[in-house]
């Protein structure tokens, strides 16, 4: 799924306008929301969290659809992880990034 479908569907469930949306996001008039809409644009880091708390929904969840969009060729487990990678704090990668790496096969003679 797209960014932009997951939008549209955000957008239908909330019941809001894409007027409403505009005025909820900083720096986004009604044009650019509309883009985002029809896929044509790709709403920037800012704009991600304030469409995620105008929708009630986690930003992860949109970077993720927005890491689909822009790399189709990572698989949607991919996605998933680097979605919540990012919105970790500093401490809490460098403790994920410490486990996955401890997950690693050791090679042979090591």
Same mark, same amino acid.
């Given at each position: 799924?797209?960014?932009?479908?997951?939008?549209?569907?955000? +957008? @239908?469930? !909330?019941?809001? =306008? *894409?007027?409403?949306?505009?005025?909820?996001?900083?720096?986004?008039?009604?044009?650019? *929301?509309?883009?985002?809409?029809?896929?044509?644009? %790709?709403?920037?880091?800012?704009?991600?969290?304030?469409?995620?708390?105008?929708?009630?929904? &986690?930003?992860?969840?949109?970077?993720?659809?927005?890491?689909?969009?822009?790399? &189709?060729?990572? +698989? @949607?487990?991919?996605?998933?992880?680097?979605? *919540?990678?990012? =919105?970790?704090? @500093?401490?809490?990668?460098?403790?994920?990034?410490? %486990?996955?790496? !401890?997950?690693? &096969?050791?090679?042979?003679? @090591?």
């Amino acid at each position: 799924m797209s960014i932009a479908t997951t939008l549209r569907m955000l +957008s @239908k469930a !909330s019941g809001l =306008s *894409v007027a409403d949306i505009a005025t909820a996001i900083p720096r986004a008039g009604i044009g650019t *929301v509309n883009a985002w809409l029809k896929g044509e644009k %790709v709403p920037g880091k800012d704009q991600i969290n304030a469409l995620a708390r105008t929708f009630g929904v &986690p930003a992860g969840a949109l970077l993720a659809e927005i890491a689909t969009t822009l790399d &189709p060729a990572r +698989s @949607k487990g991919e996605h998933e992880l680097l979605a *919540v990678y990012r =919105s970790l704090n @500093k401490r809490q990668q460098g403790a994920l990034l410490e %486990v996955v790496r !401890s997950m690693q &096969p050791r090679a042979a003679g @090591k």
